[in-house]
């Protein structure tokens, strides 16, 4: 079983940058692949970036370039900085977590955290 907290969302002007970190439980974390998601308002939960437990890291499209993940497995703790945000930025983003293998689906992932909202104004 894993728990995930999720912190560092707030308000922040476009062109600004932001730090989400996920908190885990467990004593298993540094086996599961962990990601984020982010859902906006109106849309469907899409999958931002993930870190498996190789230290390999993948990104959508959208973000390359601008946001990176890692993770300290000391800490049990994910991060994801989040650099040049824009309006379309903004959305609730969730840490999820999954043992083993790479995935880019929600459905995969078996474990959620409550999500922290990211608003970016213009």
């Known amino acids: 079983q894993v728990q995930l907290v999720e912190s560092g969302g707030e308000l922040v002007q476009a062109g600004g940058s932001l730090r989400l970190s996920c908190a885990a439980s467990?004593?298993?974390?540094?086996?599961?692949?962990m990601a984020w998601f982010r859902q906006a308002p109106g849309k469907a939960r899409e999958f931002v970036s993930a870190?498996?437990?190789?230290?390999?890291?993948y990104y959508a499209d959208f973000v390359k370039g601008r946001f990176t993940i890692s993770r300290d497995n000391a800490q049990n703790t994910v991060y994801l900085q989040m650099n040049s945000l824009k309006p379309e930025d903004t959305a609730v983003y969730y840490c999820?977590?999954?043992?083993?293998?790479?995935?880019?689906?929600?459905?995969?992932?078996?474990?959620w955290g409550q999500g922290t909202q990211v608003t970016v104004s213009s």
């Open positions: 870190i498996k437990w190789t230290g390999s890291t």
């Open positions: 999820a977590a999954l043992s083993g293998k790479i995935a880019y689906e929600e459905y995969e992932y078996a474990y």
């Open positions: 467990g004593r298993t974390f540094s086996s599961y692949t």
